[in-house]
Each structure stands twice: as structure tokens, then as C-alpha cells.
């Protein structure tokens, strides 16, 4: 099925964020489509980050609606986001870090579970979850690193982490700000490999910088510039785009 053919689940409209008067994000349109892998890209300063905070509710539009499902959110808090299905990651990890690895997921997957405030439940009931848990270390490639406390994880493990937590609460749509940002080439490979694995049954919305990971993993590509959306397409099209290039100024994915 190709990504044209695939309904909208994640679309805005006149998208603008105002800041003391400068004009961050200007008249945004932008459709995420189901089980795609839509990536944010562009210059320092271009807006993306912007937009994904918009898009997640972090931050409130100057003008503009963000629709879900066809569900108006512009005006939603963050929280009612993520429990709607709409669920980010951010560039530094957030992790417990003096927990071990299997606590954290298992904490994640409390809240799924409804258990997320009920710490007076025994230790059985809670190790209902370890099942579903270990599924989740496993496919982040963390089996071996179960019992450790996440503190004592490399960077490129703690990041795994975070996708295992992230994807315990099971959303239809995962947003990754930035997920290889100093990442040495194996954990991006691993990473990559895990975010193809999601996106078979969910959507994945990314700001990513490193062009050789947006052009291997990639559906869609929207190029912003100065707050505004500069072009739009798979990445050949986006790479080939003159403006583009001329944005990042001879920049180009080698």
C-alpha cells in the first residue's frame, strides 16, 4: 500500500507559533499518515522542534488546529495527548535511572495495565507483567541487561530503553525527537532496525538531523526553513529539491 493511499491519523492546518512577535512556525500544514515513518527535517532555527512540541501539545499554537483521528486536540494538555495514543520521546533519556532495566519497562507497562498508582498491590499481581516485559527488553535488544540498573547503561542502551518504556504503553503513534542523537554507527543501526519493527503497526513521526538515517528509514520527508514548510516528498525528491539544498547550504546526503 503505498503512503498516499494510507488514511491521515495526525494532521495540522495553518499551524503558527508566535514568540514575542517573531513568527517560529508560519501556516503549517502538515498530514501524517498511518504506519509511515514521517520525518521533520531542516537547518538549525527551521522550526521542527517547534513543531513536534506543538504537535505534542508542549507548547499551545499561536493559530492553527492539530487533529487526531479526526479529534480536534489544539487545545488538549500534553497528558490528555499521550492518553489519547499520542506519545513522544525526548532528546535526553528518560529513564529511572536507579532502577533496573526490567523495573522501568514494568513501570511503563503499570500504567498500561492500570496499575499505575495501586503500589499497595503485592508483588505477585505486579509480576504479572514481567511476561510482557521481557518481550518488550528482548526487542530493544536489553535481555542481557535485565538486572542492571539503567544508571549504569551506555547511552545507546539507555535510548533502547526508552523505546522499550515508550512502546510498553502501546500508541498508535510514537514521536521521536531526535532518537540517534550521539549514537555511534552500531546503536543506530539497532535502533533503526527496531523503529522499521514499530512501524508495522503503528506511526512514527521523527525530527532527526542525521540525513543517512532519515533517507534509509523514511517514508515522507518535510523539509521546514525559517518556520515555514519548504518542501515535502520521499527524500529524493526532498534531496533533489533546489530550495533545499540551497537551505542547507550545499549540504547534501553523501
Given at each position: 500500500m503505498s503512503a498516499s493511499s494510507q488514511e491521515v491519523i495526525l494532521s495540522a492546518r495553518g499551524l503558527t507559533k508566535e514568540f514575542f512577535g517573531f513568527k517560529a512556525v508560519s501556516n503549517v500544514d502538515l498530514d501524517i499518515r498511518e504506519n509511515?515513518?514521517?520525518a521533520l527535517i531542516g537547518p538549525n532555527g527551521a522550526g521542527k522542534t517547534t513543531v513536534f512540541n506543538l504537535l505534542t501539545k508542549f507548547l499551545n499554537p499561536t493559530a492553527g488546529t492539530i487533529r487526531f483521528r479526526g479529534q480536534?486536540?489544539?487545545?488538549?494538555?500534553?497528558?490528555?495527548?499521550a492518553r489519547l495514543g499520542l506519545v513522544r520521546s525526548f532528546q535526553i533519556s528518560a529513564v529511572f535511572p536507579h532502577l533496573t532495566v526490567l523495573?522501568?519497562?514494568?513501570?511503563?507497562?503499570?500504567?498500561?495495565?492500570?496499575?499505575?498508582?495501586?503500589?499497595?498491590r503485592s508483588n505477585r499481581v505486579l509480576d504479572r507483567l514481567d511476561g510482557r516485559a521481557g518481550e518488550l527488553i528482548e526487542a530493544v535488544g536489553l535481555s542481557a541487561y535485565a538486572d542492571l540498573d539503567a544508571a549504569e547503561l551506555p547511552y545507546g542502551r539507555k535510548r533502547a530503553l526508552e523505546l522499550a518504556t515508550t512502546l510498553a504503553l502501546d500508541p498508535p503513534v510514537l514521536l521521536f525527537d531526535e532518537p540517534m542523537a550521539g549514537m555511534g554507527a552500531e546503536?543506530?543501526?539497532?535502533i533503526s532496525d527496531l523503529i522499521r519493527q514499530i512501524v508495522k503497526d503503528r506511526t512514527v513521526v521523527m525530527v532527526e538531523h542525521n540525513l543517512n538515517v532519515v533517507a534509509d528509514l523514511c517514508d515522507r520527508v518535510t523539509v521546514?526553513?525559517?518556520g515555514e514548510i519548504l518542501a515535502e516528498g520521499d527524500y529524493d525528491e526532498v534531496s533533489a529539491n533546489p530550495k533545499v539544498r540551497e537551505a542547507y547550504m550545499g549540504t547534501e546526503h553523501e
Open positions: 509511515t515513518i514521517h480536534d486536540i489544539t487545545k488538549l494538555k500534553p497528558a490528555d495527548v523495573d522501568n519497562v514494568r513501570v511503563a507497562l503499570q500504567r498500561k495495565a492500570h496499575l499505575g498508582t495501586q503500589f499497595w546503536d543506530i543501526g539497532r521546514l526553513a525559517r
